[in-house]
């Protein structure tokens, strides 16, 4: 008995630590090229029920040059460290907030 108690707590801890679930999520398949790089902010695709969610948000224009289908955002960025991202406007950002009463860090 003490074997098949021992089996059913490995088998549901498992199933516990193998759960993959994602609390938010995007999807950048859905963007075509005619979308001028993407909306600004993009909703994430997947977003867990207990949160509310600011979507990818650029801080740069778009510039010249054709956007790609599948892609959000842009390339040929200038910037070579976080200082100076933020002085050239080459940065995302996106925020998540827990629904009150939800737990969080």
């Not at 003490?2 to 059913?8: C, R, S, Y």
């Not at 994602?22 to 999807?27: A, F, G, Y």
């Not at 005619?34 to 997947?46: H, L, Q």
């Amino acid at each position: 008995m003490k074997k098949i108690t021992l089996l059913m707590i490995a088998i549901a801890a498992t199933m516990c630590l193998s759960t993959n679930a994602h609390i938010v999520k995007w999807n950048f398949a859905s963007i075509v090229a005619a979308d001028n790089f993407g909306a600004s902010p993009f909703a994430p695709t997947v977003c867990n029920e207990n949160l509310n969610v600011v979507g990818l948000t650029r801080y740069w224009t778009t510039g010249s040059g054709a956007a790609a289908a599948g892609a959000w955002g842009r390339s040929n960025f200038t910037a070579n460290s976080f200082a100076d991202a933020v002085a050239a406007n080459e940065f995302v950002t996106f925020s998540l907030t827990p629904n009150v009463g939800y737990p969080h860090l």
